[in-house]
């Protein structure tokens, strides 16, 4: 990739700053939850419409996809989630959400960008729109893929199970990106695993209610529940291999309406994350023999009940296509691009290329003011000072984020577009 031609598609990036922001500000203030992202969707495929894009909508549910051709030449698309989060913004931001929605169950949540999905479409049509007004100094077809319900782990899924395929030609690589808390203006890759796989786990427990004054009469799920508990601790401490990562965290227990009555179930919720399948398969086998031994202790009259969701597939960038990006990232951002090690949390985006048949690599984005962040960093503070991802604090500053997400995007395709 040269660097006149790079500079070609982001020489207008000043030209579009206003704009962009403005777009990013109103996106953030109108936060849509999973599947339901009508009005997200409305606004891209207006804009993607607008710069001559063949424009897909509804695809998989909510989801929208641009397809820019230009001449002979790879095929690179880009994907963006737009999906929030039954999250209370506290950021005191003057675009700050004030946003309700009715959630899959029923119930009336609040909903904030709180995971920073609306950087990644104000970057991918910001993008989408450079490209499209500087088609001379590329050749080739760009994708811009805005994937609904990434936080219901199913977006992805759901938009390759309608029809996906049918609507744009066969990529060559597929690309991602995601803001996190990091310094903004800098640009991480990482090769092999970068993203955990993740599994959560639903677990009923039965006991024998009774009157909370007759414990003798009962089986009480609630102590039963405590025993699975404590003793799921030593899951990842005593049963994984040391410097293995795994996580297992016990994330919800219900049992009970009352003081006085002991109940005749509990439901315990579970997440699994790890960066191999074959250490997901070892705490699944563990938690259900630690489960049925602790129900079997208890005189459990019924067996426990498992139930799996949420499931999100490990990413495991592809180390060609990693090493490109990074060399561009390298070349357009200097010392601000680098390495940012595996990142603990998880991602449905690469259920799209892995039924494309496609190579992919996923990057993060730093969105935190950098003078915050190297004084939190001083302090040994970043964990207490710096919100991260799903905080109702999250708030990635607007620059130089968004000039840095976009040029990314830019760049990373540029790797492949031209050549």
């Given at each position: 990739?040269?660097a006149p031609?790079?500079?070609?598609v982001?020489?207008?990036?000043?030209?579009?700053?206003?704009?962009?922001?403005?777009?990013y500000r109103?996106?953030?203030?109108?936060?849509e939850?999973g599947?339901?992202?009508?009005?997200?969707?409305g606004?891209v495929?207006?804009?993607?419409?607008?710069?001559?894009l063949?424009?897909?909508?509804?695809?998989g549910?909510?989801?929208?996809?641009?397809?820019?051709?230009?001449g002979?030449?790879?095929?690179?698309l880009?994907?963006?989630d737009?999906d929030?989060?039954p999250?209370?913004?506290?950021?005191?931001?003057?675009?700050?959400?004030?946003?309700?929605?009715?959630?899959?169950g029923?119930q009336?949540?609040?909903v904030?960008?709180?995971?920073?999905?609306?950087?990644?479409?104000?970057c991918?049509v910001?993008?989408?729109r450079?490209?499209?007004?500087?088609?001379s100094?590329w050749?080739?077809?760009?994708?811009?893929?805005f994937?609904?319900?990434?936080?219901?782990?199913?977006?992805?899924?759901?938009?390759?199970?309608g029809?996906?395929?049918?609507l744009?030609?066969?990529?060559?690589?597929?690309?991602a990106?995601?803001?996190l808390?990091?310094p903004a203006?800098?640009?991480?890759t990482?090769?092999g695993?970068?993203?955990?796989?993740?599994?959560?786990?639903?677990?009923t427990?039965h006991?024998?209610g009774?009157?909370?004054s007759?414990?003798?009469?009962?089986?009480?799920?609630a102590?039963?529940?405590?025993?699975?508990?404590?003793?799921?601790?030593?899951v990842?401490?005593?049963?994984?291999?040391?410097?293995?990562f795994?996580?297992l965290?016990v994330?919800r227990?219900?049992?009970?309406t009352?003081?006085?009555?002991?109940?005749?179930?509990?439901?315990?919720?579970?997440?699994?994350?790890?960066y191999?399948d074959?250490?997901?398969t070892?705490?699944?086998?563990?938690?259900e023999r630690?489960?049925?031994?602790?129900?079997?202790?208890?005189?459990?009259?019924k067996?426990?009940?498992?139930?799996?969701y949420?499931r999100?597939?490990?990413?495991?960038?592809?180390?060609?296509?990693?090493?490109?990006?990074?060399?561009?990232f390298?070349?357009?951002?200097?010392q601000a691009?680098?390495?940012?090690?595996?990142?603990?949390?998880?991602?449905d985006?690469?259920?799209?290329?892995t039924?494309?048949?496609?190579?992919?690599?996923?990057?993060?984005?730093?969105?935190?003011?950098a003078?915050?962040?190297?004084a939190?960093?001083?302090r040994?503070?970043?964990?207490?000072?710096?919100p991260?991802?799903?905080s109702?604090?999250?708030?990635?500053?607007?620059?130089?984020?968004?000039?840095?997400g976009?040029?990314?995007?830019?760049?990373?395709?540029?790797?492949?577009?031209?050549?």
């Amino acid at each position: 990739m040269s660097a006149p031609r790079t500079q070609a598609v982001l020489g207008a990036q000043a030209a579009i700053r206003d704009w962009q922001e403005s777009f990013y500000r109103d996106l953030h203030a109108h936060p849509e939850l999973g599947h339901q992202e009508e009005r997200t969707a409305g606004r891209v495929a207006a804009e993607l419409r607008d710069l001559g894009l063949e424009v897909h909508e509804h695809v998989g549910s909510t989801g929208v996809v641009g397809v820019l051709p230009n001449g002979d030449g790879p095929v690179v698309l880009m994907r963006a989630d737009m999906d929030a989060l039954p999250v209370a913004e506290a950021t005191g931001l003057p675009y700050a959400s004030t946003a309700r929605a009715t959630d899959a169950g029923g119930q009336d949540v609040p909903v904030m960008h709180a995971c920073g999905h609306d950087v990644h479409v104000a970057c991918l049509v910001g993008a989408a729109r450079l490209l499209a007004g500087s088609r001379s100094a590329w050749s080739g077809t760009f994708i811009a893929l805005f994937q609904p319900a990434e936080e219901l782990a199913d977006g992805a899924r759901a938009m390759v199970d309608g029809g996906l395929a049918s609507l744009i030609p066969t990529p060559d690589v597929a690309l991602a990106q995601h803001v996190l808390a990091y310094p903004a203006g800098t640009v991480g890759t990482h090769p092999g695993p970068f993203l955990s796989l993740a599994e959560s786990v639903r677990i009923t427990v039965h006991g024998r209610g009774s009157h909370g004054s007759m414990p003798h009469l009962s089986v009480d799920p609630a102590v039963l529940a405590a025993m699975i508990v404590v003793r799921l601790q030593t899951v990842v401490a005593r049963e994984m291999t040391p410097g293995e990562f795994a996580v297992l965290t016990v994330g919800r227990i219900a049992v009970g309406t009352k003081s006085n009555i002991i109940d005749d179930h509990a439901v315990l919720e579970l997440n699994l994350r790890a960066y191999s399948d074959a250490a997901r398969t070892r705490m699944r086998a563990a938690i259900e023999r630690i489960v049925r031994s602790e129900c079997a202790a208890s005189g459990s009259p019924k067996e426990p009940e498992f139930e799996s969701y949420d499931r999100y597939p490990l990413t495991d960038n592809d180390v060609a296509v990693t090493a490109r990006v990074a060399e561009a990232f390298r070349a357009h951002f200097g010392q601000a691009a680098g390495d940012f090690g595996r990142q603990t949390a998880s991602e449905d985006f690469t259920d799209i290329p892995t039924a494309l048949g496609v190579p992919y690599t996923y990057w993060a984005l730093g969105g935190i003011d950098a003078d915050l962040y190297e004084a939190a960093a001083a302090r040994g503070a970043v964990s207490e000072d710096i919100p991260g991802n799903h905080s109702p604090r999250f708030a990635p500053v607007v620059q130089p984020t968004l000039e840095t997400g976009t040029a990314a995007v830019v760049v990373a395709a540029l790797a492949w577009l031209g050549t």
